[in-house]
């Protein structure tokens, strides 16, 4: 069944775009021939049911997978081939379904990371630690602190994250990967495993992001409300394929979408 | 009651992040300086100062440096023994040539040359992680045993394949060889050992040291952060090697005053790991608690055999200290994996809320 | 050049030009290789039953091996000897259960790796208050292994075979083969595979880990106890044996942590590798590289096959 593609929603311009990604393991296809794009400044969701493809397509946006074939524009520039440190460098961030956060550091720590690549002053200042070294550590401190007041977990900065209950440490983790001042955020079900209120306190924490910092945010996500009422444009995956790419409303009509969420063979 | 840091303010982030934040313990460490360095050349006797405090606190170091490695990046090594070793053979052979320049300099030069020994064999952390990396490096201590034996160039063509420690001063005081004082080489070792563990902690505390320790407990994670692994693991390697190089250098030159082979052998790599368990994987204070332990302990158990008054020879008193030892290690693995440090840590918080029980 | 030469050309030639001494190397090699193997093979049989990395496998060959010869110099004879130690393994196994991997479960296995370091001092430290230091002699006669040896003319000399050797390599195919039937046809095998997977999910199908447990290190015991017995009778029971079992990692890292035919072909790789090294390019280097060639055999096969040759991939999923 052909995808109806969206109508133009300008966000603004196509600031990442896969086309024709196709990636398996072993036997086992992932993703097949696969094209969508990113704009500049919207929230985009990928969706579809469990197994259809979707962390899987998080990760190749990341670098972390390489796709058997295919390209991936990020920022102008196309690339075969994504490595985790250009996607970092880039300006891509990300979230993970099992929380990778460092389990040995305090909350702090673990968004201090994320300031790594933006912090220079070599071996010898870091021996030191009084001078330039503490100077830039104390400067990234503040950026740290604002995220941590965004996010509004003041009081837990000192625990460590093994500690932590696990909608906290989502937030730890969402608040590590604003610290890499992306430009595209990448949010893995960013909303699983949290009651009513932890999802609207996060729904409102990503929200914040796109309209305050302007971050172009994809997020992957089951709870259709959220999808509906954060996304801009959606984009649906079944076992692989695009099956959907529009608005919400369009794509929650699609009766090709309806048939994969209840499982109906085609 | 003691320990309470309620009230006590920081007002800006350099204040907070400072390595004693807390009034007590920055009390705490001024007193212990001074005892070091002022009460103890004073008081103590020359046994425990030659037998005792030097050791431990060049063990410390070396224990400092593996942890760094192992504890910090996670990277488990049992290369030890022979990086210590590349210190005390490269200073021995840099004062032959160099006869003029202070021993203090080359024993800093050693560790450099430590630490490029120590990115060679960090190479294959490329690819190889965990058990395998542990197997790798016990290719590099016994591959360096075998250069000490081997390679006669490096202990100057000496019948007997040991080294012997040529006197050298500073401001005129002989501080290596047979005329230094123990309280002179006290005050070197301790001064070198307090200014290299500062230097270690700052690391620790700023990006290099929160990069290790999301190598050590995510590695995919810190990837896509944007840490390049493969720099950051050579970089483990290195340092870690310059410590372990720098104790080797001043295990000989400042202590023992000869070496051979075997001082650097693949036992002295497990003495130094188990000092990095016990004392508590991850901490700088805990490299100290585990050398004292290990070294203390087989002195414990003389003194075990003297109050109770037993006949044993040395050699039965050695296997109850092997024994003990792994019993020791089982025992920390099982009750508290973060070692002596921990309960420290714990003991601290006993004394925040004292006389409460929590 | 002449450095050239000598590295590349001459060892061969050498081969070449006495080809008896060459197969006779090639013996050694491969009964060494076997006698790794069997070490190799107590470190499968405990990985793969419980993800356990036994550092102190090499410790319970020289163990076991003391405590057979240190029963029969008390006057033991020399079956019942046998069978006392075969006991005294299965009480250690009992212990080991008890006082190290109970206490210690599902903990990360980098944390029971380390507990088997103390495990090795223990074992050695009990080995040499009980037993002493000092080398002493397998009971391999008392114990009906053959001795003597065969020497076959070939190529142009003779080559040596000891018979203790042979019926090494023969003890050592039968334990391989029982070994792989067990784990691959059994219901007990197939638990202990679970257990090595995942100690949760193995206890909430109610597999008794204890059970397991006791059962997989008792068996390495008897290897261990059978590689004691093959080796002390070549060169005497020694504490030195334990750094010489410190070989079978290389081993272990060739053939995978937990193929059994992998430990063989691992072994006789390491074996025979490390011999050849020694005998023909060892004088260009000084000798005794033999300590650490085995180490950098296996570290190169890791720079191109980081899972060894048997050992499966793994994916790391996130």
């Known amino acids: 069944m052909r995808a109806p593609s969206g109508p133009d929603v300008a966000v603004g311009d196509v600031l990442l775009s896969v086309e024709n990604v196709s990636l398996s393991f072993g036997g086992v296809k992932a993703v097949s021939d696969v094209s969508f794009d990113i704009r500049k400044g919207e929230i985009r969701a990928i969706i579809g049911p469990n197994g259809a493809g979707k962390t899987s397509m998080l990760n190749i946006i990341n670098g972390f997978y390489q796709p058997q074939q295919g390209r991936i524009t990020f920022k102008g520039q196309t690339r075969s081939k994504m490595r985790p440190h250009d996607a970092a460098h880039g300006g891509i961030a990300r979230t993970f379904q099992n929380v990778a956060l460092f389990r040995g550091m305090t909350a702090l720590d673990n968004i201090m990371t994320g300031r790594t690549l933006k912090m220079h002053k070599n071996l010898f200042w870091q021996l030191l630690r009084f001078g330039p070294a503490m100077t830039e550590e104390v400067e990234h401190r503040h950026r740290v602190e604002e995220i941590i007041d965004f996010l509004k977990i003041q009081e837990i900065r000192r625990t460590p994250v093994g500690r932590l209950p696990y909608g906290l440490q989502k937030r730890v983790e969402l608040g590590r990967a604003l610290a890499m001042e992306p430009d595209l955020l990448l949010l893995d079900e960013p909303m699983a495993g949290m009651n009513l209120e932890e999802k609207e306190d996060m729904s409102r924490f990503v929200l914040d992001v796109n309209d305050h910092y302007g971050t172009t945010v994809a997020l992957i996500e089951h709870d259709m409300g959220v999808v509906m009422d954060l996304s801009d444009r959606v984009v649906v995956l079944d076992h692989g394929i695009k099956i959907a790419d529009g608005t919400p409303d369009e794509v929650k009509d699609n009766q090709g979408v309806i048939d994969a969420y209840l499982g109906v063979a085609h | 009651m003691f320990y309470r840091e309620a009230g006590q303010y920081k007002t800006s982030y350099q204040a907070d992040q400072a390595l004693f934040p807390i009034r007590q313990?920055?009390?705490?460490?001024?007193?212990?300086?001074?005892?070091?360095?002022?009460?103890?050349?004073?008081?103590?006797?020359?046994?425990?100062?030659?037998?005792?405090?030097?050791?431990?606190?060049?063990?410390?170091?070396?224990?400092?440096?593996?942890?760094?490695?192992?504890?910090?990046?996670?990277?488990?090594?049992?290369?030890?023994?022979?990086?210590?070793?590349?210190?005390?053979?490269?200073?021995?052979?840099?004062?032959?040539?160099?006869?003029?320049?202070?021993?203090i300099v080359l024993i800093i030069c050693s560790g450099f040359l430590a630490a490029a020994a120590g990115i060679v064999f960090g190479m294959p952390s490329l690819r190889i992680k965990g058990f395998y990396l542990a197997v790798a490096t016990l290719a590099s201590q016994f591959f360096l045993s075998w250069c000490f034996i081997r390679i006669p160039w490096l202990y100057n063509y000496n019948v007997s394949a040991s080294i012997e420690v040529p006197t050298r001063t500073l401001f005129d005081i002989p501080i290596t060889g047979p005329n230094a004082t123990p309280v002179t080489r006290y005050l070197i070792v301790l001064t070198i050992v307090a200014v290299m563990t500062w230097l270690a902690s700052n690391l620790i505390r700023g990006r290099i040291g929160r990069t290790w320790m999301a190598v050590r407990d995510m590695d995919i994670a810190a990837e896509l952060i944007g840490i390049k692994l493969y720099p950051t693991k050579l970089l483990a390697f290195a340092v870690s090697s310059f410590y372990c190089g720098v104790a080797g250098a001043m295990l000989v030159f400042l202590w023992l005053g000869n070496a051979e082979s075997e001082s650097f052998s693949i036992n002295q790599s497990f003495l130094i790991l188990f000092m990095v368990i016990i004392g508590g994987l991850g901490s700088l204070l805990g490299s100290f608690f585990g050398a004292a332990l290990i070294f203390g302990l087989p002195i414990l158990l003389r003194m075990i055999r003297a109050a109770l008054d037993l006949s044993m020879t040395s050699a039965t008193l050695e296997h109850i200290n092997f024994i003990t030892l792994g019993i020791l290690i089982i025992f920390f693995l099982i009750a508290e994996p973060a070692g002596l440090a921990r309960l420290w840590q714990i003991g601290k918080q006993k004394l925040r809320v004292w006389p409460f029980p929590y | 050049?002449?450095?050239?030469?000598?590295?590349?050309?001459?060892?061969?030639?050498?081969?070449?030009?006495?080809?008896?001494?060459?197969?006779?190397?090639?013996?050694?090699?491969?009964?060494?290789?076997?006698?790794?193997?069997?070490?190799?093979?107590?470190?499968?049989?405990?990985?793969?039953?419980?993800?356990?990395?036994?550092?102190?496998?090499?410790?319970?060959?020289?163990?076991?091996?003391?405590?057979?010869?240190?029963?029969?110099?008390?006057?033991?004879?020399?079956?019942?000897?046998?069978?006392?130690?075969?006991?005294?393994?299965?009480?250690?196994?009992?212990?080991?259960?008890?006082?190290?991997?109970?206490?210690?479960?599902?903990?990360?296995?980098?944390?029971?790796?380390?507990?088997?370091?103390?495990?090795?001092?223990?074992?050695?430290?009990?080995?040499?208050?009980?037993?002493?230091?000092?080398?002493?002699?397998?009971?391999?006669?008392?114990?009906?292994?053959?001795?003597?040896?065969?020497?076959?003319?070939?190529?142009?000399?003779?080559?040596?075979?000891?018979?203790?050797?042979?019926?090494?390599?023969?003890?050592?195919?039968?334990?391989?083969?029982?070994?792989?039937?067990?784990?691959?046809?059994?219901?007990?095998?197939?638990?202990?595979?679970?257990?090595?997977?995942?100690?949760?999910?193995?206890?909430?199908?109610?597999?008794?880990?204890?059970?397991?447990?006791?059962?997989?290190w008792f068996a390495a015991g008897i290897v261990a106890l059978a590689t004691g017995i093959m080796w002390g009778a070549r060169s005497n029971v020694s504490f030195a044996l334990e750094i010489i079992a410190l070989k079978a990692l290389p081993v272990l890292i060739l053939g995978g942590f937990t193929s059994i035919p992998g430990a063989i072909v691992g072994g006789v790789i390491i074996g025979v590798g490390e011999k050849l090294g020694e005998f023909y390019w060892g004088p260009l280097l000084g000798s005794g590289i033999e300590s650490w060639l085995a180490y950098v055999i296996a570290l190169v096969f890791l720079l191109f096959r980081p899972q060894g040759l048997f050992g499966e991939r793994i994916i790391e999923r996130i």
């Open chain 3, 1 to 216: 050049m002449h450095l050239l030469y000598q590295i590349f050309i001459d060892p061969f030639v050498q081969m070449g030009s006495a080809p008896d001494l060459l197969v006779q190397t090639l013996w050694e090699g491969l009964v060494s290789g076997v006698l790794y193997a069997l070490i190799a093979l107590g470190f499968v049989l405990i990985f793969k039953a419980s993800g356990v990395f036994n550092f102190a496998q090499g410790i319970m060959v020289v163990f076991a091996a003391l405590t057979l010869v240190g029963l029969y110099a008390h006057g033991v004879p020399a079956f019942l000897a046998l069978a006392l130690t075969i006991g005294v393994m299965f009480v250690l196994a009992l212990a080991i259960e008890r006082f190290m991997l109970r206490p210690l479960v599902n903990q990360p296995d980098i944390i029971l790796f380390m507990a088997t370091f103390g495990l090795t001092y223990i074992l050695i430290g009990f080995g040499e208050l009980i037993f002493g230091g000092d080398p002493k002699i397998m009971i391999a006669d008392q114990l009906l292994l053959p001795s003597g040896s065969y020497s076959v003319k070939m190529l142009g000399g003779f080559v040596q075979m000891q018979k203790i050797d042979i019926a090494a390599a023969i003890i050592a195919s039968l334990m391989v083969a029982a070994l792989a039937v067990f784990f691959q046809k059994t219901r007990i095998g197939r638990a202990l595979r679970a257990v090595a997977d995942s100690h949760r999910a193995a206890l909430s199908v109610g597999i008794s880990l204890e059970y397991i447990w006791v059962t997989v």
């Open chain 2, 25 to 103: 313990d920055q009390i705490g460490i001024v007193l212990i300086l001074a005892v070091a360095f002022i009460l103890v050349p004073l008081m103590a006797s020359t046994f425990v100062i030659d037998s005792v405090l030097i050791p431990v606190l060049i063990y410390s170091l070396a224990a400092i440096g593996l942890n760094l490695l192992t504890g910090y990046t996670g990277l488990l090594s049992l290369g030890t023994g022979g990086f210590m070793g590349v210190g005390a053979f490269a200073c021995y052979k840099l004062a032959t040539f160099f006869p003029g320049i202070n021993v």
